[in-house]
């Protein structure tokens, strides 16, 4: 089953406005994951939080990961029309695979 | 390579064939991993390879899936007796090496389409 779910499952602004993207997990991990799909095709790594860190930056990416609550958000600030993607968390526990929640569809109307 | 080939890119089949689909990952990546995204859902695990061995093939839905990886490079994922529930992007990825915890690089996918 799904590890990691995010909310909302679809997100619609306007360029220049924040998105904020939750994840929920339901087991202890070692690093949470956040990648972005285009059109269905491959996904591209975004960036990664180890689970003893609370809050990364990347750009105009922000990550908060709350262990004791089990969940993360992605922020993107100043949105462009070309983040419009769908965005999937994904889960490292203690197997080498990860576990991918099913992803929020953002679209940023120019 | 520069990037996670995976090809055909897409493939129609008749239901009842067999289909291989392949995986060349970035050179000197060790690891390797197998997912497939039904339309509009997340990925689903479905096997990892560390080298050439599988530690964990618990994600294939049934026995009419295999893969191979030989070299430590190329992986082959074989679809036998196809099934219209088969269809999906299958998508590639690989690490630098297990352990690491790091990111994954994808390949585009095979968008397999079962007729």
């Known amino acids: 089953s799904q590890q990691g779910e995010e909310d909302p499952q679809a997100l619609s602004i306007q360029e220049g406005e924040n998105a904020t993207m939750n994840c929920s997990y339901k087991?202890?991990?070692?690093?949470l994951q956040w990648y972005r799909q285009n059109s269905g095709r491959g996904l591209v790594h975004l960036i990664l939080?180890?689970?003893?860190?609370r809050e990364k930056h990347s750009g105009r990416l922000r990550v908060t990961l709350d262990t004791s609550k089990k969940s993360s958000s992605l922020l993107i600030t100043a949105s462009r029309a070309a983040d419009t993607a769908s965005y999937f968390c994904?889960?490292?526990?203690?197997?080498?695979?990860?576990?991918f929640g099913k992803g929020t569809k953002l679209t940023v109307n120019p | 390579g520069a990037g996670v080939s995976q090809s055909p890119s897409n493939k129609v089949t008749e239901k009842g064939k067999d289909v291989e689909l392949r995986c060349d990952p970035i050179?000197?990546?060790?690891?390797l991993y197998w997912y497939r995204q039904s339309l509009g859902q997340g990925l689903e695990f479905l096997i990892y390879?560390?080298?050439?061995?599988?530690?964990?093939k618990s994600g294939l839905p049934s026995d009419r899936f295999s893969a191979e990886r030989t070299g430590g490079s190329v992986s082959t994922l074989t679809i036998q007796r196809t099934q219209q529930e088969d269809s999906a992007v299958y998508l590639c990825?690989?690490?630098?090496?297990?352990?690491?915890?790091?990111?994954?690089?994808f390949g585009s996918g095979t968008r397999l389409t079962v007729v």
């Open positions: 990825a690989s690490s630098l090496e297990m352990g690491t915890g790091g990111g994954y690089t």
């Open positions: 050179s000197g990546h060790t690891a």
């Open positions: 390879f560390q080298g050439n061995s599988a530690p964990d």
């Open positions: 939080i180890r689970s003893n860190e």
């Open positions: 087991t202890s991990i070692n690093n």
């Open positions: 994904a889960s490292r526990g203690g197997s080498e695979k990860l576990v």
